[in-house]
């Protein structure tokens, strides 16, 4: 299997990677009058962006750009006067400019495909004007690159897991994954622009965008009076990835009282940095822990935060052992969370705790109440311990538990107990997966070749 390293350079040979959420972008387009699109900074939204754009030959109003930003800033309305769908990159920037497609959809009505707009922010954390389109804006996330879109495949894992567990888990073939590349995997994350580097040039990004992050989007969206202790807080998490969040722990580590953590805390979330992982089924036992777990919503930022590199990652150290385990799940509920925000219907992601410290590292539950849950292990074996928590889960929640999944560094897929399998971890990404375009070559337009890649 390519690593992820030659992986990169096959995607600068063969032009943009092809990202799934574009597809369905393309679709809610026909459906949905205002469509946003949220995401970490630098993730791939103006690529996105720019895509449809082309396939619909309309021009894309940037933001960022601070001519543009000047020039609209007093005159929101003239933005709204040209083609559909209106393409505005980074529209958080002039946030007014949504009461001016507000007053359009009260002009020409409510239809399909008016706006395409994208924001490195949540729109709930914008200042009121932005909440103008309250109940006429499907909003969609946009996470880091997967797996399978940096290999050009088309994941189908979780998909294919719901609809046919005992199949899918017999039909997986032996994985050939070593602990070495699941390092690689876990450094590399997902940004685009950090896929690809030396350690060394890859760190460097990393500290930079963690920098930019803290001095320009988060001062921008609230005023931070303790810069330090942000960038602080947002290390701290990194190193109590998949664990409980305790705030009051967390204010003390860095010097801050519990309140300001928490609106700390709550701005990195804002800003796509770190993602809260809500504890689920709390009404199924009375002693189920309420308390969320905390990600951070890229594996390579976390492992950069930490100091840690692959060739740190694949030692025996105590505690680089225990570090590896947490970024391995990172690196899981992160290729799940993409695998589902790409399916039609709504999806609730969670974990569930008992006070008795039985586990499920992510439960995934699908509309219509079937759940299948999963455990993540940094070891080649399952033991019967590490099904604990998923047996009990199993027990509670009767005939609509589909399947419970230990994911190892192993190799091996296998059924351990009634719908308990173990599976690799990279059966993410290899079960259910197909190439997207059978590997032929992407030409770019001539009109892609400044396109920002934020």
Known sequence: MPSPASLAGMA?????????????????????????????????????????ADSRQVGVIDLDDVETREALTGNPRLVTAGATPLCIDEYQRVPEILDAIKARLNRDGTRPGLAVITGS??????????????????????????????????????????DDPEQT?????????????????????????????????????????????????????????????????????SAQAGQLVNVTKAADAVGLDRKTAEAYLKLLEDLFLV?????????????????????????????????LTASKLVGFEPAVITEFGRLLETLVVGEVRKQASWL?????????????????????EFDDGDV????????????????SGLAQLRDALGSRFRAGVVLTTGSRSYGF??????????SLWQVGSFPIGGRTRVVKPATWTTMPQD
Request: aromatic share 6%; net charge neutral; proline share 4%.
């Open 12 to 52: 600068g040979e063969y032009g943009l990677v092809e990202r799934r959420v574009s597809e369905l972008l393309a679709r809610l387009v026909g459906e949905e009058p205002v469509i946003a699109l949220h995401g970490p900074r630098s993730v791939g939204k103006s690529t996105v962006l720019w895509k449809l």
């Open 121 to 162: 922010t949540r729109q709930d954390a914008l200042p009121r004007t932005a909440q103008a389109l309250t109940g006429r804006l499907h909003s969609l996330t946009i996470w880091p690159l997967s797996q399978g879109e940096q290999m050009g495949l088309r994941e189908g894992f979780l998909e294919a897991l719901r």
């Open 169 to 237: 888990v017999t039909q997986a073939q032996p994985s050939e994954a070593t602990r070495e590349e699941y390092a690689e995997r876990v450094c590399a994350g997902g940004l685009p622009l950090a896929r690809g580097r030396s350690d060394a040039a890859r760190a460097r990004w990393f500290d930079d965008y963690v920098r930019q992050s803290v001095d320009r989007d988060a001062i921008e969206l609230s005023q931070v009076r303790q810069r330090q202790a942000l960038s602080d807080l947002l290390s701290y998490l």
């Open 275 to 307: 993602a809260r992982l809500p504890a689920w089924g709390t009404e199924l036992r009375s002693r189920v822990s309420a308390r969320a777990k905390v990600h951070l919503v890229d594996s390579g930022l976390a492992a950069r935060l930490l100091r």
């Open 344 to 364: 039609d219907e709504p999806v609730a992601l969670g974990h569930w705790r008992t006070s008795d410290d039985a586990e499920v590292n992510l439960v995934v």
């Open 372 to 387: 299948v849950a999963f455990n993540v292990r940094a070891n080649e074996r399952a033991t019967a311990p590490d099904f």
């Open 417 to 426: 107990a009634d719908r308990l399998h173990v599976m690799p971890i990279d």
